[in-house]
């Protein structure tokens, strides 16, 4: 009986300790394009690759651009018309400009949600030739 006890006991804390840990999974990216770092030619598209599936009315981005060559800046301009969605697979988070963007140097800072509501965030630049 005594066994049987510490039995039980060992399963019940191995199911809160699973529970407990899926419960602190919060979504990581996993790959970015245009990646971190990066020079790209024009793109109209960024696409955000995560861990887990996402939930898009509490995900997006923010895209400025801090440098433009031949043109004296005054600090970074917001770009506009950035409509974002969430991809097929419900891990991507697309980023679909207007038009592609032009030559400059640009920041992208990010947020995503996913099933444990618990929101994260992270920015990263990127060029364009």
């Known amino acids: 009986m005594r066994s049987l006890r510490l039995s039980f006991a060992l399963t019940a804390a191995s199911a809160l300790f699973v529970a407990g840990t899926a419960a602190q999974a919060h979504p990581k990216l996993v790959s970015a394009t245009p990646a971190a770092n990066a020079t790209v030619s024009r793109t109209a ?3 955000l ?9 509490f995900s ?7 440098d433009m ?3 004296k800046m005054n600090g970074p301009m917001k770009m506009n018309g950035v409509a974002v969605a969430v991809g097929p697979d419900g891990k991507t ?4 400009l207007k ?3 032009p030559a400059g140097s640009y920041k ?3 947020h995503a949600v996913s099933a444990d509501t ?7 630049t990127f060029q364009v030739k």
């Open 99 to 101: 038009a592609p963007l």
């Open 49 to 57: 690759h995560f861990s887990e599936k996402l939930v898009g009315q």
């Open 60 to 66: 997006g981005v923010d895209l400025v651009m801090t």
């Open 108 to 110: 992208l800072d990010w």
């Open 45 to 47: 598209k960024i696409e």
């Open 93 to 96: 988070l697309v980023a679909t």
């Open 118 to 124: 618990h929101r994260v965030n992270g920015s990263y």
């Open 69 to 71: 060559p031949g043109m």
